[in-house]
């Protein structure tokens, strides 16, 4: 079983830059793919950004890349999303997600979700 938590978000405005942090409780953090998801209100949860268990592969959706940095920290069971030139268009609940040894880019496929964090970006 592994544990999720979110946190980092909050009122930004465009072309400003947040970091967001996913604190993982469980022995097994340091073998799982990490990724990020959002969900804008009326919208599908889309795919964000996805690590793999050892930091050495990323892989980003194309409305991100350039912009956002996913990155982790297995002594610290910690994943980050670090987001830069922000736009109102990323208003949305970031939620980290696990579960899976491999990187992937579709919601079902992660076991385990966090609660979620807003990110709100102003024009």
């Known amino acids: 079983q592994v544990q999720l938590e979110e946190s980092g978000g909050g009122l930004v405005q465009a072309g400003g830059s947040l970091r967001l942090s996913c604190a993982a409780s469980?022995?097994?953090?340091?073998?799982?793919?990490m990724a990020w998801f959002r969900q804008a209100p009326g919208k599908e949860r889309e795919f964000v950004a996805a690590i793999n268990w050892s930091g050495g592969s990323t892989y980003y959706a194309d409305s991100v890349k350039g912009r956002f940095t996913i990155s982790r920290d297995n002594a610290k069971n910690t994943v980050y999303l670090q987001m830069n030139s922000l736009k109102p268009e990323d208003t949305a609940v970031y939620y980290c997600?696990?579960?899976?040894?491999?990187?992937?880019?579709?919601?079902?496929?992660?076991?385990?979700w966090g609660r979620g964090t807003q990110v709100t970006v102003s024009s």
């Open positions: 469980g022995r097994t953090f340091n073998t799982y793919a």
């Open positions: 997600a696990t579960g899976r040894w491999t990187i992937a880019t579709i919601a079902a496929q992660y076991d385990y």
